[in-house]
C-alpha cells in the first residue's frame, strides 16, 4: 500500500522516552544528530543552530543521566531491536557535542565512555567483527576519535577494524569475499554494509600520514563503489536509475504503487526510485542478486542503505569530480490513476441495467478524492419518435451505496442525455486494497414497460459503446473525483450521419402458408443519423409485412417484400415463397417458477412445424424475471421458439432488490384483512407469525401461515415483504423484541469487529468472487430451501472465488462464518 494512504487502514502509534522508561540509545543519537545539524546551520541560521545545540545538550544529559534501552521499556524490539545497547551511542553523543562545542568537557565524556566500548572476544582491542550501521556506532567512534585526538590508541582501533575488509587481512574475522573480492558481511542488507564501510575508509584515510595506506584505503572504497554501481560480474547497477541496466522492481511500496496491496498487481515498478540502494547478495557470490520484487533481502530498500553510501558518492564526486545531469529529474506522467469498468448486467426491450466499478489507482501521489460521480450518457432519440419524453424514462439502482439523479439534459436538441450516479460520502474508495480500491454500482434506465421495443435502442448510446457481459474498461462513461474530469469521455457535438444503404436479412424466405417470419432490415453506416425505415410487399394476397418486418404468409406462390430507408430512399429486398403443404405439428407446454407469466404469441394447441413462437416472461409486483431454462436458456425477457418438436420452457422469476412499488414499515408492524401489500423495512425482525394468509414471503422466503425467528438474509439492508391476503381476517405480524429459548433464557448475538465481505459480481453466472474473507474461517452457499450446495476454508486468504456455473438460476445465501463464530449473510443472485 502506498505510504500517503496507509494511515487508513493501519494505526501508527507514537511512543515516549521519560526518566521511569529511559532510552539512552535514542536520547544520545538524538542528541549527536541535532548537534551534527547545527553544524550544517551554523553559517545560514545562527539562531537556529543555536536552538539545536541546546536541544541536543539537554538530550545527552538525559541518556546519561536516566541510562537504559529503548527497547526495555517500548514494544518495537520486534523491528529494531538496540542489539548493541546504548553505549555507543553515550560515546557518539558526546563526540558531536565536542565538534559543536569545542568545549573539552564532551571530549573527555566521550574518552571515558570509549573505554567503556566492547572489546573483540576476550581480548583488549576494541571489537572489529562488524561495522558501522544503524544500530551500532562503535566502529564511528574510533573513526570520530581519531581525526578528534590524532592519538594512537584510536587510530590502531579504527585500522584494526577497517584492515579486516580486504581480501588480504590478517585473520578471518569480519565479512567473507565474493570471486571478484566483494565484502558481504551479513544475508541482509550486505550492499549497506559494504557502503558504510567504503565511507569509514574514506573518513580514516584523512587521518593517515603514509601515503601509501592512505592510497590504499582510498582505492577500496571507490572499488566498493564502483562495484554497486555496475562494474561486477552481473553488469548490473545495484543503485535505481543509475547506469544503462538497474533493478526495475524493488521491495518498496511506494514506489511499486499497487493499489489492490498485491507486489504483483501491477508488473511494473509505477514510479523511479532513483538512487536508492537495493539490499545486495545474500552470499559470498557475485551472482547471487535476483530483480525480484517478491525477495526483500535482495531487493528491499531503505533509508540506512542509502545514509552513508550517499556520503561516500558525494566524497568521490568531489574527489574525482563530475557533472549534473541536464535533463534531471525527469518528469513522470501520470497514467491509469482511475478507471471505470462496467458490463451489462441485464438488458430488455424496455430496459439496460449497467454494472459499473470505480477504481482509485492513484500514484502521483496516492490520494483520496473527497467525492466520486460518473455519468451514464443515452441517446433517446428513438424513445422521442415514439412519443416519450426524458421525463418518462425511469432511473432505478441495486444497492443503497449511492444517489443516482433522473435524466439531465446534455445536448437536448440532439436527444443526448445523461444520469449522474455520486457515491455517498461513507464510501471511501482508495488504493488500499481489492475492495478498498474499488466501488460497484448496479443502475438501470428504462422505459415504461408497456413501451414498444422500437423505443428503445442502445446501440446509439455513447456509454453503451464497448458494454459486453464481462466487465472492461469504458472510456466513454466519464469519472469525476472531486467534480474534475479524471477518466473517460464526454460525447462530443453530434453531427449527422448520412445514410448509404439498406441490408436486409435473409435475403430469400421460404415459410408455409399461415406462418410467420421476421426479416432483419439494417441501415448503413450503423452510426446513421436517421434510422427510420418502411416496410412494403409487392404482393398482400401472397404475404404482408408489418412495419417491424414480420412477414405473414397467406397462400401459395411468391412476394417480394421492401425495406426503404426514409433518408435517401434506399432499398432492400427478400423473395418470399409461400408453400402450401401439410406440415408436423408439435406441442409446447411453459411453466414458471416464482411469481410471473409467460405471453405467447401466437398462442395454440399445436404447432406447425417451423412456426416461430414468440414468448415473453412477465413478473408479478416485487419480482424480476431472471432466466429461462428448458429448451431455451438465456436472460433476455423476450425470445423466440422455433417449433421442430415439442418444446417445453420454464421461466425463472426471483425477487425484486428495487425499492419501487414498496412502501417502508418501522418494526414491530401488524396488519390484518384482504389485500395484496409490499412492504420493506431496514429494522431487523426477531420473528414473524401469521394466519389465513394466501401468500406471505420476505425477500422471496416463504413464511405464509407460520410462526418462525429464522429471518433471510438483508438485501441490500432490507427485508422486502409481499402480503396477501383473501379474508378479514388473515393475519400477520412482525416483532422486534427478544426471542426466548426452549429453556426461557434469552439469546443474544455475539458483534464480530470484522470487516464486512463484499462479492461480486451479482448476479453471477460462472464464478463469484469474495472478497475481505481474511477475517473469516469459511465461505457457505445455500439455496433458499437452506440446503448447502457450496462451502470453501478461507486459509486467511484475502479472497476466494467460488465457481457457480452447475448452480440452477434462483437466489441463494452466502454465509461467511467468522473466527469468532458470528455468521454475515448476504444475498446472492445466480441467472
Known sequence: MPAEVIDIRSTRLSYKIDAANPGSDLAGETAAALAAASLAFQDTDASYAATLLDHAKELYSFADNYRGKYTDVIPAGSFYNSWSGYQDELCWGAIWLYKATEDESYLSKAKTEYALLGNQGTTSDKDYSWTLAWDNKQYGCYVLMAALTGESEYN????????????????????????????????????????????????????????????????????????????????????????????????????????????????????????????????????????????????????????????????????????????????????????????????????????????????????????????????????????????????????????????????????????????????????????????????????????????????????????????????????????????????????????????????????????????????????????????????????????????????????????TSVDGNFEAVCTVTVTDIVLPTYTLSTDTLGKGSISISPTADVYDEGTVVTLTAQAEAGYTFSAWTGDITGSDKTVTLTMNSNKSVVANFVPNTSSEGYTTISITYKHDGEGEFYWETTDEIDYVNSWNLATLEINGVDFTNTWSNSMPAKIDGKYQIYYKGSYAWSHAEFINGDTKSASGATSTNKTAIVSDISFYPNPATDVVTIDNVEDMKSISIYSVTGAKVAEELTNKASSLTINVSDFKSGMYIIKALTVDDTTISKVLIIQ
Open 156 to 563: 590502531q582501533d579504527a585500522e584494526r577494524h577497517l584492515d579486516q575488509w580486504f581480501t588480504d587481512r590478517p585473520n578471518g574475522i569480519g565479512p567473507s569475499f565474493t570471486g571478484s573480492g566483494f565484502p558481504i558481511l551479513d544475508a541482509w542488507g550486505s550492499f549497506r554494509y559494504a557502503a558504510n564501510t567504503a565511507f569509514l575508509l574514506l573518513e580514516q584515510s584523512d587521518n593517515m600520514t603514509d601515503a601509501s595506506k592512505q592510497a590504499k584505503y582510498r582505492d577500496r572504497a571507490k572499488e566498493l563503489i564502483d562495484y554497486m554501481l555496475g562494474d561486477n560480474p552481473q553488469d548490473v547497477s545495484y543503485v535505481i536509475g543509475y547506469g544503462p541496466k538497474y533493478p526495475m522492481y524493488p521491495h518498496h511500496r511506494t514506489a511499486h504503487a499497487s493499489w489492490c496491496r498485491d507486489e504483483s498487481v501491477p508488473v511494473e515498478t509505477r514510479h523511479t526510485l532513483y538512487g536508492a540502494l537495493v539490499g545486495g547478495h545474500k552470499s559470498a557470490d557475485d551472482m547471487d542478486w535476483t530483480d525480484d520484487r517478491s525477495d526483500y533481502v535482495w531487493n528491499e530498500v531503505a533509508t540506512d542503505y542509502n545514509s552513508l553510501f550517499t556520503g561516500v558518492v558525494a566524497r568521490l564526486c568531489a574527489d574525482h569530480g563530475g557533472s549534473i545531469l541536464a535533463d534531471f529529474p525527469q518528469a513522470e506522467t501520470p497514467n491509469g490513476e482511475f478507471l471505470v469498468e462496467a458490463k451489462l448486467n441485464a438488458s430488455g426491450d424496455t430496459f439496460s441495467e449497467y454494472a459499473i466499478w470505480v477504481h482509485n489507482r492513484t500514484a502521483w501521489p496516492a490520494r483520496i478524492p473527497g467525492s466520486f460521480k460518473y455519468r451514464l450518457f443515452f441517446d433517446i432519440s428513438e424513445g422521442i419518435d415514439a412519443g416519450y419524453s426524458a421525463s418518462d424514462y425511469i432511473v432505478s439502482a441495486n444497492g443503497s451505496n449511492a444517489t443516482y439523479s433522473e435524466l439531465l439534459p446534455a445536448d437536448a436538441a440532439n436527444s443526448i442525455y445523461y444520469v449522474e450516479v455520486t457515491y455517498n460520502s461513507d464510501q471511501v474508495i482508495y488504493p488500499g486494497g481489492q475492495s478498498e480500491s474499488k466501488r460497484e454500482t448496479q443502475i438501470r434506465v428504462r422505459l415504461p414497460y408497456e413501451a414498444p421495443a422500437s423505443a428503445w435502442n442502445p446501440s446509439n448510446d455513447w456509454s453503451y459503446e464497448g458494454v459486453g457481459s464481462s466487465l472492461t474498461g469504458v472510456p466513454n462513461i466519464p469519472l469525476y473525483a472531486d467534480g474534475e474530469l479524471v477518466y473517460g469521455n464526454e460525447p462530443g457535438p453530434v453531427e449527422d450521419v448520412d445514410v448509404t444503404g439498406v441490408t436486409i436479412s435473409p435475403s430469400a424466405l421460404t415459410i408455409n402458408k399461415g406462418q410467420t417470419g421476421t426479416l432483419t432490415a439494417s441501415v448503413l453506416p450503423t452510426n446513421a443519423t436517421n434510422k427510420s425505415l418502411t416496410w412494403s410487399t409487392s404482393n398482400e394476397g401472397i404475404a404482408t409485412v408489418t412495419t417491424s418486418g414480420v412477414v405473414t404468409a397467406i397462400a401459395e406462390g411468391s412476394a417480394t417484400i421492401t425495406a
